[in-house]
């Protein structure tokens, strides 16, 4: 699809700075949406190029605003309403769980 | 459906899950051809960038057969095929005012291209 991931030759995006010494995870969530992603795809939830879709088809103005490992948990998110392994109510309702524990 | 055990992680996280595939499918073309990227327009997946479509390059090597990601991504099985790496001219991609002494390298699957 000719969507917004596809950034090859456009311009505005800033320069590219790569950080010294850049640690594997920024945020301790990052690591857990990356163990969240790997034991769903190992578990054979979906496989990488149904993945790398489920990530295109985030949004556009979403994608642009969010970081790697919240596209990562939007596909995952995207994938398992789809097949049904969860429902849109039911992330919402532990959403709505882990925003109350947090205040 | 195989739940993920502890002893297949290292493994899984080093080759992130290749998707080179086992089958034996003879490759559409050879180091040196000259090919033109399909103008390919699909609403869904595919891993063929818009700059290179209708582009000219050369095949600089075989990697070997691979799942193709067009069909994969929607349940229509692993249409295996050869990928490429192909050489672009920058000045082919990004015109003139491009450097003449850059290329780019890209790697195509076989369906994403023609002979030129």
């Known amino acids: ?12 995006m800033g320069p590219i700075r790569p950080e010294a010494n850049e640690p594997v995870f920024h945020e301790d969530w990052e690591r857990r949406v990356f163990g969240v992603m790997i034991a769903t795809f190992a578990g054979g939830q979906f496989n990488v ?3 790398r879709h489920a990530i295109e088809r985030m949004d556009p103005a979403h994608y642009l605003e969010s970081s790697y490992y919240e ?8 994938l398992l309403v789809e097949n049904g392994a ?14 109350k524990e947090a205040a | 459906m195989p739940a993920l055990t502890k002893d297949m992680v290292p493994g899984l996280v080093a080759t992130g899950g290749s998707c ?11 180091q040196g051809d000259r ?10 997946h595919t891993r063929l960038p818009r700059y290179v479509r209708g582009k000219h390059g050369v095949v600089e ?18 249409k295996p095929q050869h990928v490429y790496s192909v050489k672009f001219a920058a000045q082919e991609l990004w015109g003139a005012g491009a450097p003449s ?7 195509l699957w076989d369906d994403y291209m023609d002979r030129a």
Do not use: C
Not at chain 1, 1 to 12: E, K, P
Not at chain 1, 86 to 99: G, P, Q, V
Not at chain 2, 101 to 107: E, G, K, N, P, S
């Open chain 2, 101 to 107: 002494r850059d290329h780019l390298y890209l790697d």
């Open chain 2, 61 to 78: 090597h075989d990697h070997g057969v691979f799942v193709f990601p067009d069909t994969s991504a929607h349940g229509q099985g692993q």
């Open chain 1, 86 to 99: 969860l429902t849109r109510a039911e992330l919402e309702a532990r959403r709505a769980e882990l925003a």
């Open chain 2, 35 to 44: 090919i033109v990227v399909r103008n390919i327009n699909p609403t869904r």
């Open chain 1, 71 to 78: 596209h990562w948990l939007t596909a995952v998110e995207t």
């Open chain 2, 20 to 30: 080179r595939a086992q089958a034996e499918v003879p490759a559409k073309f050879a």
């Open chain 1, 1 to 12: 699809m000719n969507g917004i991931h596809d950034l090859g030759g456009m311009h505005g």
């Open chain 1, 49 to 51: 190029d149904q993945f």
